[in-house]
């Protein structure tokens, strides 16, 4: 049985910094891709970033390019998600997802339950 557990989440100040974490279990973690989402108040749940099996290939959506960075480390099964920069309109819950496959094809097989970022003004 797949686990995914955030970690990192909290409130943080416009322009502050918070570095999320995503603990896997269950299967072979090098063998898959892994990714984050988020869902803001009211809003559709979208993709934010993600890594392919080794860390080397990496996506992210357009907009948030430049301030977020994702990397893994297969050695602890954790994946994280550095946001540097935050604005008040990063506020979401950030969710952790395990791929389909090695390399990322937007296919999701889990998702974590979720981690609350809260930017203030």
């Known amino acids: 049985q797949v686990q995914l557990v955030e970690s990192g989440g909290g409130l943080v100040q416009a322009g502050g910094s918070l570095r999320l974490s995503c603990a896997a279990s269950?299967?072979?973690?090098?063998?898959?891709?892994m990714g984050w989402f988020r869902q803001a108040p009211g809003k559709e749940r979208e993709f934010v970033a993600a890594?392919?099996?080794?860390?080397?290939?990496?996506y992210y959506a357009d907009s948030l390019k430049g301030r977020f960075t994702i990397s893994r480390d297969n050695a602890k099964d954790t994946v994280y998600l550095q946001m540097n920069s935050l604005k008040p309109e990063d506020t979401a819950v950030y969710y952790c997802?395990?791929?389909?496959?090695?390399?990322?094809?937007?296919?999701?097989?889990?998702w974590g339950k979720g981690t609350l970022v809260t930017v203030s003004s």
């Open positions: 890594v392919s099996g080794t860390g080397i290939t990496r």
């Open positions: 269950g299967r072979t973690f090098s063998r898959y891709a």
């Open positions: 997802v395990q791929g389909s496959g090695y390399s990322w094809n937007g296919g999701v097989d889990y």
